[in-house]
């Protein structure tokens, strides 16, 4: 499979052929989903916290005794049905939501990502992508120049580029990522790449065992 591939300035130079070990799999919606939803239960924060009766302070001392005094027969003034008493069945930080996938599973369904990417045309390829200096500018303008405009797109760099990474990390619709930080959710989040042909070069080196 062919790719246009756009130089600095936004403009069509060529063609670049991809990979078809990366880019040419057959889709499996199956295996998609099941790691993207144990990516997201995975990164799911547990901050909802309520104290059970055991936890909250006082209650120690039964209010009243059991017979005689007409009222009804408590226990404890940290019952659940007490002002300022436990919760019954909140929510703890204890929950664990996390899911174990395997490395297999999780390089596939990135692969297969990356081929919808490819064969819906939301693979955007560029000759190059260097920056002399910090310019966030430089990257909104690219971005407005290719057919990514106004939609929201993931720069997929070779390795570690300071100059890009803190150029384009403030725009709105942009996010840069490094080949090796590549996962099936992030692809999905965005709905274009835009990756450097070095970044092609790298994720083969990377993906494909010999």
């Known amino acids: 499979m062919k790719v246009a591939t756009y130089d600095q300035e936004g403009k069509e130079v060529g063609q670049t052929l991809l990979p078809k070990e990366i880019f040419g799999l057959e889709v499996n919606q199956e295996l998609i989903h099941q790691v993207v939803v144990s990516q997201t239960a995975n990164r799911r924060q547990v901050s909802a916290h309520t104290k059970g009766r055991g936890q909250v302070s006082g209650g120690g001392k039964k209010p009243w005794r059991q017979k005689g005094t007409g009222r009804a027969r408590h226990g404890s003034t940290r ?3 007490w002002r300022h008493g436990g919760i019954a069945f909140g929510p703890s930080r204890d ?4 899911k174990k996938i395997n490395r297999k599973m999780k390089r ?7 081929s919808a990417k490819a064969k819906g045309n939301f ?7 260097k920056l002399e200096k910090i310019k966030t500018k430089f990257i909104a303008q690219l971005l407005q120049k290719l057919p990514c405009k106004n939609e929201s797109a993931l720069i ?6 300071k100059n890009v990474i ?4 403030n725009l709105k619709n942009a996010k840069p990522s490094q080949v090796k930080d590549l996962n099936a959710l992030d692809l999905l989040t ?6 450097p042909k070095e970044s092609i070069k790298v994720l083969k ?3 494909v065992k010999d």
């Open 79 to 81: 019952s659940p049905i």
């Open 123 to 129: 693979l955007l390829v560029l000759e190059t992508l």
């Open 190 to 195: 965005f709905k274009y790449l835009v990756m």
């Open 108 to 114: 596939l369904a990135l692969l297969m990502v990356l």
């Open 166 to 169: 803190l150029a384009s990390r």
């Open 95 to 98: 929950r664990n939501f996390k």
């Open 205 to 207: 080196e990377t993906m």
């Open 156 to 161: 997929v760099l070779p390795g570690m580029d």
